[in-house]
């Protein structure tokens, strides 16, 4: 929806930001609460 509105009205979107996290699997949760913090190890 966003990309559409973007394209049907350039003149008032100057850059999108589309992030989508769909963490289903017991590893993906298990990477994203455990082993994310090697790449921001300071938070």
Known sequence: M???YAECYPQHVRTLVLVSVTMT???DVR???HETGRYLPEK
């Open 31 to 33: 990477w994203l609460r």
């Open 25 to 27: 699997q017991r590893s």
């Open 2 to 4: 966003a990309l559409t």
